[in-house]
């Protein structure tokens, strides 16, 4: 009759402690280093900061993310996600995520500009940002040449507010003759006004033009 009593007392002993022990459903507990929004400019290295990770079971545990070569993507214009996720032993799971802006610095030029000039003048011409390479802008109608083949593009150093036209060729004018274009210039005016020297050249010889853009 003991016998019975020990082991029915060693039975509820163990159902009594089996009852206390709770399952782990507290999910680790994410650190985000660095800012939630990171913007960088084209072309430029990224350097994610990373999360950490501290679990109450765990510790420190290691993150995931699908950050790589192409998120972001440094070399295109563009708005990326990195995601960031961590599981823990019991299998609870954490998430977060960053917002990576790439960026041309020359986007502050982007506008529509009145453009005046020696070899053609009193248009209106766009001003766009290349979406792969930092700093370069281009003229959607520069010089207003009809058949136009191509569209110039130019390099902006905005430490000495200077503008490199981009050397190219390309068929244009009314009776279309292959020019090629080549020259620089400045900002002025709290960057709202670009001009520019050209030297255009066709198979009969070359000449200068100057224009002068200014910010509608």
């Not at 660095?34 to 290691?62: M, Q, R």
Request: hydrophobic share 35%; glycine share 8%; charged share 15%.
């Amino acid at each position: 009759m003991k016998t019975i009593q020990i082991i029915s007392a060693a039975a509820c002993t163990a159902l009594f402690f089996s009852g206390c022990n709770k399952d782990d459903a507290t999910p680790p507990q994410l650190t985000m280093n660095g800012e939630k929004v990171i913007t960088i400019y084209l072309n430029a290295p990224f350097n994610d900061p990373g999360v950490t990770a501290s679990d109450n079971e765990d510790g420190n545990i290691n993150v995931t993310s699908d950050v790589s070569a192409t998120n972001p993507d440094v070399n295109k214009v563009g708005t990326y996600y990195i995601h960031y996720s961590v599981t823990d032993g019991a299998g609870n799971k954490s998430e977060t995520m960053r917002t990576v802006l790439v960026k041309n610095s020359a986007e502050t030029l982007s506008d529509s500009y009145a453009v005046t000039g020696t070899c053609n003048s009193g248009f209106t011409d766009g001003i766009i940002i290349s979406t792969t390479t930092n700093n370069r802008i281009t003229f959607t109608g520069f010089g207003w040449y009809t058949n136009a083949a191509g569209k110039l593009s130019a390099d902006i150093d905005f430490i000495t507010s200077t503008v490199t036209i981009v050397p190219a060729s390309f068929v244009c004018g009314t009776n279309p003759v292959n020019r090629s274009f080549s020259g620089g210039g400045a900002l002025s005016f709290g960057r709202d006004t670009v001009w520019i020297n050209t030297v255009e050249t066709t198979a009969t010889g070359s000449v200068n033009c100057t224009y002068i853009y200014v910010r509608q």
